[in-house]
C-alpha cells in the first residue's frame, strides 16, 4: 500500500508573511521620509532663491531700458516733493503684498503706463494670477525699493541700512519675515542715470 503525502503546492502568501513584509515597507519609509522631507524643503529654498534673484534681475533690466523704478513717478522721488523714502516701508503683510503686485504687474508687461514696451522681464514657470507671484510656501513675495537713491535701504526690521537700490525677500516657510537662513534675500544696487 502506497501511502501519498498531502504536501500542498504554496502559491500564495500567508497572512503571516504578509504583515511582516509590510511592516518592513513601513520601517523603510520612516526612515527615508526625514531625507525626503529635507530634500523637498532643499528644493523649495533653492527655488526661492533664483525667483528673488529673477526679480532683482528683472528691476535691473527694467531700470537700464527706462531710468526709472517700476512704480509710479510720482512715488519714486522723480516728481518734486514726492518719494521721499522707500517703497514698501510700511511693516504691514497687506500693504508690501499690495505693492509687490503693483511691481511684479510692471514687470510682467502688465502695465501700460510704466511699461509701454509691455517687455516680459519676469519669465517663469512658477503661475502668476493678476500680480500674484507666490514662493514655494505660498507667500507673496516682498520688494522694498530705494525711491529717493540715497543708497540707504533697511531690510524691514533689520536696524541696518543697505547700500542697495532693491531687496526682494522670499518669507520662507515659517511666513515670517526676518533675517534668518530661513528667508531668501536677493538685492540690486543700481547706478543713477
Known sequence: MKFRSHSPNRTAFTLIEMLVVIAIIALLAALLFPAISKGVLKAKRNKAGIET????????????????LPVPASEQG?????????YGAEQTQAFNDAKSKEIIKVLMGEDDELNPKNTVYIDSDTPIVDGTFLDPWDNQYWIKLDLDHDGKLEFFSDPKQYSQTAIV????????????????????????Q
Open 169 to 192: 525677500v522670499s518669507l520662507g516657510p515659517d511666513g515670517k519675515l526676518n533675517s534668518s537662513a530661513q528667508d531668501n534675500v536677493a538685492s540690486v544696487r543700481l547706478e543713477r
Open 53 to 68: 534673484r529673477n526679480i532683482a534681475n528683472a528691476i535691473a533690466m527694467f531700470y537700464k531700458d527706462y531710468g526709472y
Open 78 to 86: 522723480l516728481v518734486p516733493g514726492a518719494g521721499n523714502g522707500d
